[in-house]
């Protein structure tokens, strides 16, 4: 069990305690070893059993639950807590903006034991009644739940990925697997998956499917099973896996079937065929000969969407997708100075030997107050930092940026002065996310219109399968930032990935460049620019028109020119 998963289990345990009304005191030390855990620099799974309670906010009562959980998933006080509380009511901790004493009053004086029983009594107007609720909290709980509901049985991405990498390794070690690979979703990298699906070449699928079964984590549901595919699960992984099953001659057939949205395979390519039909007239030697055939110029699988490859194809005008060796620095970073885990000189020496050119820090501005926004004396004291790291650790240079938060009317955190000090500012709606398209369309509007925006952040707020994004007028939002020269972030983080990929080819139409940003608050959160470079990729993001494949002295002249303005 990694650090991560022991302090998910020891928050949720605390939301549990919180339900049941357990004692505060108690209930914030889950809250601060889960904490603790989170910020260890090494995995406790590797640690000495005598070495747990010696760690600083780890006391002997919580060490015997991490070794517990270390050994078996979960501990007594979990156990007790779980099998006193329904199921669908601890499901009930996925809705968005409602806390465990809000669950206790549905659950307890409500009645509900599931959000399907929630969801009834929103729509029969009994919550409204009930002891801290209104009108106006009744609907937006109910529209939290059914977005909630709506999010059953998928993961994000980057949960799912090392399950996959685990699968194909374990293909690899089998002579009689002659070809496979991931295929669907997962194939297409989308940002959320529902099923893990691979599609595996063999000539003798029964063989093959016992093979499968032998191997150590696979699970096989012989209910959802057929005679061409394998249904089941795959270790811890939170989602189904399926395989398919077909013959060496027509893998690469059933690959790019089964990789493709409809929209792509039924997209018309003449006036009487689609790339469905040309996949079926015969069997083709790889993925090029059968979009050859078509008259397309092949593409990657991100972009098998069927939203504008296909007419790209036809002219052959598909772009060179960016990739993460155009990448030259990294943006929108954050550090100790507000609410980062590690200190300036670490988020920037843990940049630099990654390979990377530059690093923008943007901590958060002072109106955010719970992510320790930075004061107007602090902005001063990290920029004479800067300057002293980047005489040290020149070439390599740090910029200046802050990420200054989008006031309610649009404007941005601090006095012009002050604003005016930073090389770059990530303008970004942290508060008030509850509006209409109007409101927030308009709030958006502002801060691109504010002469010292240099990136928008995170686009609509949203937190993927935890809370809806606030709605926006995207095409006048972005249009906003083709007029202003604004460039648009691409919030790289698995929870985020904001601006979504579906407007990203809308954006370089527009000539908006975009950034892969990771809002990286640790050192370890620089990986997620693999992230985002998906979601880019996926909207035709190219080298060019990523603000951060600008070198060094390019961006350094990007900066300046657009502070002269």
């Not at 057929?226 to 057939?253: A, L, M």
């Not at 240099?454 to 995207?474: F, K």
């Amino acid at each position: 069990m990694t650090n991560a998963e022991i302090k998910s289990k020891l928050k949720l345990a605390s939301k549990l305690m919180e339900l049941h009304g357990d004692n505060p005191f108690k209930i914030r030390g889950y809250q601060t070893a889960a904490d603790t855990i989170s910020d260890l620099e090494v995995e406790m799974s590797t640690m000495s059993i005598d070495d747990i309670p010696k760690i600083d906010g780890i006391g002997k009562g919580m060490a015997a639950n991490v070794t517990q959980l270390l050994e078996r998933g979960s501990f007594d006080g979990m156990d007790q807590l779980m099998e006193d509380t329904p199921e669908g009511v601890v499901e009930m901790f996925k809705i968005s903006g409602f806390g465990p004493k809000k669950i206790a009053v549905l659950w307890k004086e409500g009645g509900a034991e599931s959000m399907d029983d929630l969801l009834r009594l929103c729509q029969q107007g009994k919550v409204s009644k009930l002891k801290g609720f209104a009108e106006k909290s009744q609907e937006t709980l109910m529209n939290a739940i059914e977005f909630a509901i709506s999010c059953r049985g998928f993961e994000r991405y980057a949960n799912v990925e090392p399950f996959m990498i685990n699968i194909l390794a374990e293909f690899e070690k089998y002579k009689s697997i002659l070809l496979f690979s991931e295929t669907g979703e997962l194939r297409r990298r989308m940002e959320v998956i529902g099923c893990l699906e691979f599609l595996v070449a063999s000539e003798n699928f029964e063989s093959t499917r016992l093979m499968i079964n032998g191997i150590n984590g696979f699970s096989e549901n012989e209910k959802l099973s057929g005679p061409y595919t394998w249904s089941g699960y795959y270790q811890n992984c939170p989602i189904p896996v399926k395989i398919r099953f077909c013959n060496t001659d027509g893998f690469y057939n059933t690959l790019v079937e089964t990789t493709a949205n409809p929209k792509h395979l039924n997209a018309s390519i003449d006036s009487d065929k689609n790339l469905k039909q040309v996949v079926r007239e015969k069997a083709y030697t790889s993925e090029e000969a059968i979009y050859e055939a078509a008259g397309l110029s092949p593409m990657v699988p991100e972009l098998r969407e069927g939203e504008f490859e296909i007419e790209l194809a036809k002219q052959n005008k598909l772009p060179k997708l960016v990739e993460m060796e155009d990448l030259k620095g990294i943006l929108h970073n954050h550090s100790t100075y507000s609410d980062g885990r590690h200190t300036l000189r670490q988020m920037a020496e843990h940049c630099k030997s990654l390979g990377y050119e530059y690093l923008g820090i943007s901590d958060h501005s002072h109106t955010a107050v719970y992510a320790n926004g930075l004061k107007d004396f602090q902005v001063k004291a990290q920029q004479e930092e800067i300057k002293k790291l980047n005489e040290e650790l020149a070439p390599f240079k740090v910029f200046s940026g802050i990420e200054s938060d989008i006031l309610n009317d649009g404007s941005l955190d601090y006095p012009d002065d002050i604003l005016a000090s930073f090389d770059f500012i990530v303008a970004s709606v942290h508060s008030g996310l509850n509006m209409d398209i109007t409101k927030a369309t308009n709030r958006l509007l502002t801060a691109i219109h504010n002469p010292y925006t240099t990136i928008l952040g995170h686009m609509t707020g949203r937190l993927i399968l935890e809370r809806e994004g606030y709605p926006v007028d995207h095409k006048a939002v972005i249009d906003a930032c083709a007029e202003k020269g604004v460039v648009i972030e691409i919030n790289a983080s698995p929870y985020r990935l904001d601006i979504d990929w579906r407007w990203v080819h809308y954006a370089l139409e527009k000539g908006v460049m975009l950034s892969i940003n990771p809002d990286a608050h640790k050192m370890e959160g620089y990986k997620d620019m693999y992230y985002g470079l998906l979601a880019g990729r996926k909207g035709g993001l190219t080298k060019d028109m990523c603000l951060n494949a600008m070198n060094l002295e390019e961006i350094s002249g990007y900066f300046m020119k657009r502070k002269s303005k």
